[in-house]
T-cell receptor, first 114, second 112 residues
Framework: KAGVTQTPRYLIKTRGQQVTLSCSPISGHRSVSWYQQTPGQGLQFLFEYFSETQRNKGNFPGRFSGRQFSNSRSEMNVSTLELGDSALYLC?????????????FGPGTRLTVL | TQLLEQSPQFLSIQEGENLTVYCNSSSVFSSLQWYRQEPGEGPVLLVTVVTGGEVKKLKRLTFQFGDARKDSSLHITAAQPGDTGLYLCAGVQADSWGKLQFGAGTQVVVTP
């Protein structure tokens, strides 16, 4: 079974631009989550989607948004990029069987904002 | 403030030594996971524990979930250079199912 895939792997943008990141979950997984990872803050939860609905949200400004499609694929968008948005953005999917919430991560998208 | 506190933040040991990483919280978790992450890659799931007092062994790694489901530990026996990485604990609470909360991580370096 293929793992979680994220595209692109690397991205360089300038301040003020917007960016869209893509995530394809493991087949059969209906929950997709997004995280921002920086050296200073560690892994910070952005949001989680389950069956096309945002089920959980972290404490990030409205510039960060996401969506999930009917095939469980997900996209994350960041508008009006700031220097501080430079980070590794990780996507994770979960089967969410209800017994334990295990997540499987993709390799991440490294975003650099200049 | 992190809901899950990991200690120590950094651990440097020689090959063959043992080590223990701790993950503590004042909150109860429905399940808790341990991940290992290498630079530039996503975290890789090592184990999931769901029952208070549960102990799981994965080769030289032993994971324990506290009786009250508020804390966990990871013990590595006879560490090898391949064990080098960032170890992360993460948990989900019953009232925020689907929101996995991570500790800050413990960087482990095992030198030959």
């Amino acid at each position: 079974k293929a793992g979680v895939t994220q595209t692109p792997r690397y991205l360089i943008k300038t301040r003020g631009q917007q960016v869209t990141l893509s995530c394809s979950p493991i087949s059969g997984h209906r929950s997709v989550s997004w995280y921002q990872q920086t050296p200073g803050q560690g892994l910070q939860f952005l949001f989680e989607y389950f069956s096309e609905t945002q089920r959980n949200k972290g404490n990030f400004p409205g510039r960060f948004s996401g969506r999930q499609f009917s095939n469980s694929r997900s996209e994350m968008n960041v508008s009006t990029l700031e220097l501080g948005d430079s980070a590794l953005y990780l996507c994770a999917s979960s089967l969410d069987s209800g017994l334990a919430y295990e997540q499987f991560f993709g390799p991440g998208t490294r975003l650099t904002v200049l | 403030t992190q809901l899950l506190e990991q200690s120590p933040q950094f651990l440097s040991i020689q090959e063959g030594e043992n080590l223990t990483v701790y993950c503590n919280s004042s909150s109860v978790f429905s399940s808790l996971q341990w991940y290992r992450q290498e630079p530039g890659e996503g975290p890789v799931l090592l184990v999931t524990v769901v029952t208070g007092g549960e102990v799981k062994k994965l080769k030289r790694l032993t994971f324990q979930f506290g009786d009250a489901r508020k804390d966990s530990s990871l013990h590595i026996t006879a560490a090898q250079p391949g064990d080098t990485g960032l170890y992360l604990c993460a948990g989900v609470q019953a009232d925020s199912w689907g929101k996995l909360q991570f500790g800050a991580g413990t960087q482990v370096v095992v030198t030959p």
